[in-house]
């Protein structure tokens, strides 16, 4: 199968530099993972909440204590803050605008330029949208607009690398113990695939970070659950750089290799416990590489 081919298995869950190739890798239909719930909010409540705000009338109970006088020195944080908590617990509801600036400033006792900087800063990170001659409404809050503020600290911040790396050793050995009990014939089908690639990809010395990245993004998918899937992607965007880099070091295109036939190997056994252990393997193999590329050199002796 050529990499065209293979690469078009790919899609949503797999973004960066290499979404384009990995464009349907989630187009399969009925993969969600289907256990239970967190029943919604009852509707008669959140409605009596949001009347009783959008009135102004004095609140009671937990929305009294969010919507009180702040006396913090960082107000516009301890604004966002709230404003963030009422927009979770369905008091400012995605689709209908905000109260104006002038009410919010007089309901919080702040100043209408911390109300400003409250609202500028849940905009940035795009829990909040302002529609001009409208108002400022509420964003649904999706699992992308809830860890996509990550990616953006960590293009800025590559000292934070060994701290993704403890992310990785604390995430993915999970993703893999639970891909083991949830992992489909289709599923396998497509790991052996990206495997197949890699390796053809390592004998002829071509880069390998779009199965690399494709590869994990398949293993999140295996666990049928769509917040894995969405941290899987975040994870994949701040890997770019570093896989860019690692891949190019010497043994580390093999080793990675071996790390994921390991873990298909676990997978076709439904091995949780293998599946986690050789996850862990994979990774430290990784740290293991990281480590000695960033020793510097002692001169020679004189």
């Not at 869950?13 to 290499?18: E, I, K």
């Not at 050995?173 to 014939?185: G, K, L």
């Not at 969405?230 to 770019?240: E, H, R």
Request: proline letters at 5%; glycine letters at 6%; a neutral charge.
């Amino acid at each position: 199968m050529t990499d065209g081919n293979l690469l078009d298995r790919a899609g949503d869950g797999a973004r960066g530099t290499c979404s384009q190739e990995l464009k349907k890798l989630f187009a399969h239909e009925n993969l969600w993972y289907t256990g239970p719930v967190i029943e919604p909010v009852d509707n008669q409540n959140v409605a009596s909440t949001r009347n009783a705000v959008k009135r102004f009338t004095h609140p009671s109970g937990e929305e009294s204590r969010l919507i009180a006088p702040i006396k913090k020195t960082r107000i516009a944080e301890e604004v966002a803050d709230r404003i963030r908590t009422l927009m979770l617990d369905g008091t400012f509801p995605p689709g209908e605008p905000l109260p104006s600036e002038r009410h919010l400033a007089e309901r919080f006792g702040v100043s209408r330029g911390s109300i400003r900087d409250a609202l500028r800063t849940l905009e940035t990170i795009g829990l909040l949208e302002t529609r001009h001659g409208q108002g400022t409404f509420p964003h649904e809050l999706s699992v992308d607009r809830l860890v996509a503020p990550l990616a953006s600290v960590m293009a800025y911040r590559p000292d934070l690398q060994d701290e993704l790396l403890d992310v990785r050793r604390m995430f993915e050995p999970a993703v893999a113990r639970a891909a083991a009990q949830r992992v489909t014939e289709e599923d396998l089908a497509d790991l052996q695939r990206i495997l197949d690639v890699q390796r053809q990809k390592l004998k002829s010395g071509q880069s390998a970070i779009a199965e690399d990245t494709a590869f994990h993004a398949v293993l999140a998918r295996s666990t049928r659950n769509r917040v894995v899937m969405s941290i899987m992607a975040t994870l994949n965007d701040l890997l770019v750089e570093s896989r860019t880099q690692s891949l190019q070091q010497k043994g580390r295109p093999a080793r990675s290799m071996d790390g994921h036939e390991s873990v298909v190997a676990a997978l076709r056994r439904h091995d949780p416990e293998g599946a986690s252990q050789a996850m862990r393997n994979h990774i430290d193999q990784i740290a293991d590489i990281q480590s000695l590329a960033h020793k510097v050199p002692k001169p020679a002796a004189k």
